[in-house]
């Protein structure tokens, strides 16, 4: 049997995070753009947190509610996203940051 999976949502704010983190287009050295990040690592993230929210470390001790994902990626050195149980069970990703 799967497990119960949580459905996942992601802020229109976290996109514009992401762009201003690693910008639009790959660097001319071959840094990765935001949207090889969403291709490549933000799946696993998503999966990480439809899975496992409750396993997750919470943001603010006493609050359950608010859960972080700290990582490493396929293409940055290392991330934490920050997502929030919604009302109907489900999580919304609100906030990144990437140490690229």
Not at 2 to 7: F, I, K, L
Not at 39 to 58: G, R, W, Y
Not at 63 to 69: G, I, S, V
Request: net charge negative.
């Amino acid at each position: 049997m799967a497990p119960d999976r949580r459905v996942v949502r992601v802020d229109p704010s976290f996109f514009d995070q992401l762009d201003e983190q690693l910008g639009q287009d790959r660097g001319p050295s071959g840094e990765p753009s935001a949207t090889d990040f969403l291709v490549l690592d933000l799946p696993t993230i998503v999966d990480q947190f439809a899975v496992a929210f409750d396993d997750l470390p919470e943001v603010i001790e006493g609050t359950p509610t608010a859960r972080m994902l700290v990582g490493t990626g396929r293409l940055v050195h290392a991330f934490v996203v920050y997502g929030l149980l919604a009302h109907d069970g489900g999580v919304d990703l609100i906030w990144i940051d990437i140490d690229p």
